[in-house]
């Protein structure tokens, strides 16, 4: 067995056992002095049993409870920072892309993560963005670098993130405030406050631990006054109608418009039956109210923009939990039973986005009715209009505001029974997992309104409607109207999941030093996806069967519901790795890990160029690592080498035969032309990941703690693939991977000191500093002189924080100024919602655009107080 290293316990150590905060209580401050200048252990739970993070053979990056308190973390994206194999992309407050090691193809709701979030047992990773969990109360959080499968699944592609919560404790009584207060010239105020109380209901048997915690994020963007576009930024004037660009936003005009609220809590009572079995049933919500996302336009204004319409996002999950713990002699059990709910909904203005279509396709054709009797015909001028769908306002050539809404529900169960043995030759571990999970939403698409809060719809003026019900009127050969209809396009999507697994993994301890660990899971997913589009529809004319398939609507009228379309895969995930820990705290391994992501069913509708189904792809890792303790536990030097081969690996878009058939008097082509329009997922071919991961933490003395650790990548394509069945490839090789930097560093110095203030109190002051380099919005390398929607670089951005404060005996207080400098990061441009194509003449715009990012330079305080034993 390979020995363990002789890390200190520190004052993390004692703060995680006792569940406390950094620095709050006496007994930490009398071990903190009795231990400066040695590093922190950090016991982790990574591989399902408990161990030292510096004794595993896999790349995992731990952050206490001290060290998140320490700068400042409240979300995901503020400890990413200082993570180098993460990038997170932050859209809102409430919710983010996780990326590891650079594996994403592009932005999307369709395809699953490649990464994976866990709070505590429960995998809350679902499509799209994840929610951002609060850190209040956290242990630590686990930062699993690679592909995962054999221990977390299929979401587990190419990492996991793992956040911990602090268990209930049936020793102490012990109550916590934590709060905190900040502003900035750019933002309005900002708090954020919570309470912990952890009660012993039964002495060391019973205690509950209840978590409740208000955080308000004051808004950094303001949507100022402007009109809707009225000239394309790309072919020119006299493209968009004469009457576009008569409209304002005086109605939605608002300082700080994107602030946010979030409001949570969790309840986790444990019961310790015996010396052999405890249980722990738990509870957690959290709800998020924000207004509009991050974004602001840099052809407006620094942090400014011009919408249309007020944008909201709501965001809000529960999970309960059940966890079974025993000692069953010779072998320790675990059954962690869960069920996860998520609710998301967002309003958000498109009127860019419907004017540019109306622009390039609501208008007169040459030919008149007499010539084409069978095409919808403008009565204002007698000539045939092509693509009416289009025309949202009352003319052919007339303003109008847009908005579109999405109401989104995940729901998922889990259970998992494990059973693990730690012996003195062979550690070993074998379980089963079941998860049965729904992916629903419900989306309105861009319907006209009067803009402002976008409650006063006027599609039923439109001339869109005026075509839908001449089509279905003569379709049936019944005058047909849809008083209801809110837009001309509402889709609706739900996807069942169904999965089991088979897992384990084993460690022979071949001598002292050298471990082999072999190990592997084995997939059967199934899923069945139903989809509809209804041209026209809404929100409140949900079931009514206004599809222009006649089979279609016929089977929806026959059986009530929508059909489904099913798939299955299946799959065994392989793991080996040789360990060798060296006698003077040095351990060296070698990795090979699969991750899988499982394929699934395309929302096929017509006959379109890409297939039905797309397949899972495979994510190869050979990984090479070493850790190292130097300067008696005062230093720590990680390294970690790694190749990986992503094979099939899926991309997101919308399927080409969407496009509108060159001859106007051709309808559709099969997979070529005038198919349904449809965002499906693809398999493109294969791609590589080549990086360095360095990590050193140095304590030379009892006052100073410094570190630092970076990242080297390379993400790039391999293969060629065409996109749009021209024949002209559009991937080639060597295209890097999209929002990846190919650099990534952080680094920080703290500072400690003793002073003489109603007796002695401990001082600090920390800076921390990280570095983005510049990153790709989208994979595909379209141009930004004729595409609406190009290829832009996100600019690199450096961000730096310095906090300063003092600690007594069970209180602490600091004050801080977070980026330091106002750096405006780049997180990724907007893609898909063609602003770059528009321009407003009438507002001296040359073009829109919509960047992603972080918030302004602020100045703030913090107060934490403790009571208990």
């Given at each position: 067995?390979q020995?363990?290293?002789?890390?200190?316990v520190t004052?993390?150590?004692?703060?995680v056992?006792?569940?406390?905060?950094?620095?709050?209580?006496?007994q930490a401050q009398?071990?903190?002095?009795?231990?400066?200048?040695?590093l922190e252990?950090?016991?982790?739970s990574?591989?399902?049993?408990t161990?030292?993070a510096?004794?595993?053979?896999?790349?995992?990056q731990?952050?206490?409870?001290d060290?998140?308190?320490?700068m400042?973390?409240k979300?995901?994206e503020?400890?990413?920072?200082?993570?180098?194999?993460v990038n997170v992309?932050?859209?809102?407050?409430s919710?983010?892309?996780?990326v590891?090691?650079?594996a994403?193809t592009?932005?999307?709701?369709i395809?699953q993560?490649t990464?994976?979030?866990?709070?505590?047992e429960?995998?809350?990773?679902?499509?799209?963005?994840q929610p951002?969990?609060?850190?209040?109360?956290?242990?630590r959080?686990?930062?699993l670098s690679g592909?995962?499968?054999?221990?977390?699944?299929?979401?587990?592609?190419?990492?996991?993130?793992?956040?911990?919560?602090?268990?209930?404790n049936?020793?102490?009584f012990?109550s916590?405030?934590?709060g905190e207060v900040?502003?900035?010239?750019?933002?309005?105020?900002s708090?954020?406050?919570?309470l912990v109380?952890?009660?012993?209901?039964?002495?060391?048997k019973?205690a509950?631990?209840v978590v409740g915690?208000?955080?308000?994020?004051?808004?950094?963007?303001?949507?100022?006054f402007g009109?809707?576009p009225?000239e394309?930024a790309?072919q020119?004037?006299g493209f968009?109608?004469?009457?576009?660009?008569t409209?304002d936003n005086?109605a939605?005009?608002?300082?700080?418009?994107?602030?946010?609220?979030?409001?949570?809590?969790?309840?986790?009572?444990?019961?310790?039956?015996?010396?052999?079995?405890?249980?722990t049933?738990s509870?957690?919500?959290?709800?998020?109210?924000?207004g509009?996302?991050?974004?602001?336009?840099p052809?407006?204004?620094?942090?400014?923009?011009?919408r249309?319409?007020?944008?909201?996002t709501?965001?809000?999950f529960?999970?309960?939990?059940?966890?079974?713990?025993?000692?069953?002699?010779f072998?320790?059990?675990?059954?962690?039973t869960?069920y996860?709910?998520?609710?998301?909904?967002?309003q958000?203005?498109?009127?860019?986005?419907?004017h540019?279509?109306?622009?390039?396709?609501?208008?007169d054709?040459a030919?008149?009715?007499?010539?084409?009797?069978?095409?919808?015909t403008?009565?204002?001028?007698?000539?045939?209009?092509?693509?009416?769908?289009y025309?949202?306002?009352t003319?052919?050539?007339s303003?109008?505001f847009?908005?579109?809404?999405?109401?989104?529900?995940?729901?998922k169960?889990?259970?998992?029974i494990?059973?693990s043995h730690?012996?003195?030759?062979?550690?070993?571990?074998?379980?089963?997992y079941y998860?049965?999970s729904?992916d629903?939403?419900q989306?309105s698409?861009a319907?006209?309104?009067?803009?402002g809060?976008?409650?006063?719809?006027?599609?039923?003026?439109?001339v869109?409607?005026?075509?839908?019900?001449?089509?279905?009127?003569?379709?049936?050969?019944?005058?047909v109207?849809?008083?209801?209809a809110?837009s001309?396009?509402?889709?609706?999507?739900?996807?069942?999941?169904?999965?089991?697994?088979?897992f384990g993994?084993?460690?022979?301890?071949?001598n002292d030093?050298?471990?082999l660990?072999?190990?592997?899971?084995y997939?059967?997913?199934?899923n069945?996806?139903?989809?509809?589009?209804?041209?026209?529809?809404?929100?409140?004319?949900?079931?009514?069967?206004?599809?222009?398939?006649?089979e279609?609507?016929d089977?929806i009228?026959?059986?009530?519901?929508?059909?489904?379309?099913?798939g299955?895969d299946?799959?065994?995930?392989?793991k080996?790795?040789?360990?060798?820990?060296?006698?003077?705290?040095?351990l060296?391994?070698?990795?090979?890990t699969?991750?899988?992501?499982?394929g699934?069913?395309n929302?096929?509708?017509g006959?379109?160029?890409?297939?039905a189904n797309?397949e899972?792809?495979?994510?190869?890792?050979?990984?090479?690592?070493?850790?190292?303790l130097?300067?008696?536990?005062?230093g720590?030097?990680?390294?970690?080498?790694?190749?990986?081969?992503?094979?099939d690996?899926?991309?997101?878009l919308?399927?080409?035969?969407?496009?509108v058939c060159?001859?106007?008097?051709?309808?559709a082509?099969p997979?070529?032309?005038?198919?349904?329009?449809q965002r499906?997922?693809?398999?493109?071919?294969?791609a590589?990941?080549?990086?360095?991961?360095?990590?050193?933490?140095?304590?030379?003395?009892?006052?100073?703690?410094?570190?630092?650790n970076?990242?080297?990548?390379?993400?790039?394509?391999?293969?060629?693939?065409?996109?749009n069945?021209?024949?002209?490839?559009?991937?080639?090789?060597?295209?890097r991977?999209?929002?990846?930097?190919?650099?990534?560093?952080?680094?920080?110095?703290?500072?400690?000191?003793p002073?003489?203030?109603?007796?002695?109190k401990?001082?600090?002051?920390r800076?921390?500093?990280?570095?983005?380099?510049?990153?790709?919005?989208i994979?595909e390398?379209?141009?930004?002189?004729?595409s609406?929607?190009p290829?832009?670089?996100?600019?690199?951005?450096t961000?730096?924080?310095?906090?300063?404060?003092l600690?007594?005996?069970?209180?602490?207080?600091?004050?801080?100024?977070?980026?330091?400098?106002?750096?405006r990061a780049q997180?990724?441009?907007?893609?898909?919602?063609?602003?770059?194509?528009?321009?407003?003449v009438?507002?001296?715009?040359?073009?829109?655009?919509?960047?992603y990012t972080?918030?302004p330079?602020?100045?703030?305080?913090?107060?934490?107080?403790?009571w208990g034993?």
């Open positions: 067995m020995e363990s290293y002789g890390l200190a004052p993390v150590a004692a703060a056992a006792a569940a406390l905060y950094p620095g709050l209580t006496t009398e071990t903190q002095t009795a231990t400066r200048g040695v252990e950090i016991v982790v990574a591989r399902k049993r161990e030292s510096q004794d595993i053979p896999i790349a995992i731990a952050l206490s409870q060290t998140l308190a320490a400042g973390a979300a995901m503020d400890y990413a920072r200082f993570i180098p194999s992309v932050t859209y809102s407050n919710s983010s892309v996780v590891f090691r650079g994403i592009g932005a999307g709701y395809a993560s990464s994976s979030v866990y709070l505590d429960i995998s809350i990773t679902t499509t799209g963005a951002s969990v609060r850190m209040v109360d956290i242990e959080v686990e930062a592909p995962q499968g054999t221990l977390y699944g299929s979401d587990a592609q190419a990492g996991t993130m793992r956040v911990v919560t602090n268990k209930p049936p020793s102490i012990e916590v405030f934590d900040r502003a900035g010239p750019d933002s309005d105020l708090y954020r406050g919570s109380f952890n009660i012993p209901l039964i002495e060391d019973l509950l631990r915690y208000n955080d308000k994020d004051g808004g950094f963007i303001d949507n100022v009109h809707t009225d394309s790309i020119g004037p968009y109608p004469a009457g576009f660009g409209l005086s939605a005009v608002e300082d700080r418009w994107n602030d946010s609220e979030t409001i949570g809590g969790r309840a986790s009572l444990r019961w310790d039956i015996n010396d052999d079995w405890s249980t049933v509870i957690a919500g959290q709800d998020s109210d924000s509009a996302d991050n974004h602001y336009d052809y407006v204004g620094d942090l400014k923009t011009v249309f319409h007020d944008e909201w709501t965001d809000k529960s999970l309960y939990s059940l966890t079974i713990e025993g000692d069953l002699g072998a320790q059990l675990v059954s962690a869960s996860y709910e998520r609710k998301h909904n967002y958000v203005d498109s009127t860019t986005y419907a540019y279509w109306a622009a390039s396709y609501c208008h054709s030919y008149t009715s007499a010539e084409l009797p069978y095409y919808w403008n009565p204002d001028t007698g000539y045939v209009v092509f693509y009416p769908v025309c949202h306002g003319s052919v050539d303003d109008f847009n908005l579109s809404k999405l109401n989104a529900q995940q729901d169960f889990t259970q998992e494990r059973l730690q012996g003195d030759t062979l550690d070993w571990i074998v379980g089963l998860e049965d729904l629903a939403w989306s698409f319907g006209p309104t009067t803009g809060d976008g409650s006063v719809n006027v599609y039923q003026d439109s869109s409607l005026n075509y839908w019900e001449w089509f279905f009127s003569d379709l049936y050969g019944t005058p109207t849809y008083p209801d809110t001309h396009w509402h889709s609706e999507s739900r996807t069942d999941w169904e999965q089991k697994a088979v993994e084993a460690t022979w301890h071949i030093r050298l471990d660990t072999v190990g592997g899971r997939f059967d997913r199934s069945t996806n139903r989809y509809v589009v209804r041209s026209p529809g809404g929100f409140n004319n949900v079931g009514e069967p206004s599809i222009n398939d006649p279609l609507r089977a009228l026959a059986t009530g519901e929508v059909p489904g379309r099913t299955r299946k799959e065994f995930i392989p080996v790795s040789l360990s060798y820990a060296f006698a003077d705290n040095r060296m391994y070698g990795l090979y699969r991750g899988k992501r499982p699934g069913i929302r096929t509708r006959e379109p160029f890409f297939p797309y899972s792809d495979l994510m190869d890792n050979y990984e090479v690592g070493y850790k190292s130097f300067a008696e536990g005062a720590r030097f990680n390294a970690t080498g790694y190749h990986m081969v992503w094979s690996y899926q991309l997101e919308v399927d080409p035969s969407s496009a060159e001859d106007p008097l051709v309808d082509v997979g070529v032309c005038g198919q349904p329009w499906v997922v693809a398999n493109a071919g294969e590589h990941i080549t990086g360095l991961s360095v990590e050193l933490d140095y304590a030379p003395n009892a006052n100073w703690t410094l570190g630092m970076a990242e080297f990548m390379q993400a790039e394509t391999d293969t060629e693939h065409d996109l069945g021209d024949g002209i490839n559009n991937l080639v090789a060597g295209l991977l999209p929002v990846v930097p190919k650099f990534k560093a952080s680094g920080w110095a703290e500072y400690h000191w002073v003489q203030w109603n007796g002695q401990d001082a600090f002051i800076t921390q500093w990280s570095y983005t380099g510049d990153t790709l919005n994979l390398p379209l141009s930004a002189v004729d609406p929607n290829q832009f670089k996100n600019a690199a951005y961000i730096g924080d310095i906090r300063a404060g600690t007594g005996d069970d209180w602490e207080v600091s004050v801080f100024v977070n980026n330091v400098t106002d750096e997180y990724t441009h907007a893609d898909g919602y063609f602003d770059w194509g528009a321009s407003s009438a507002d001296g715009r040359e073009r829109i655009q919509n960047i972080n918030r330079r602020e100045f703030g305080v913090r107060y934490t107080k403790r034993d």
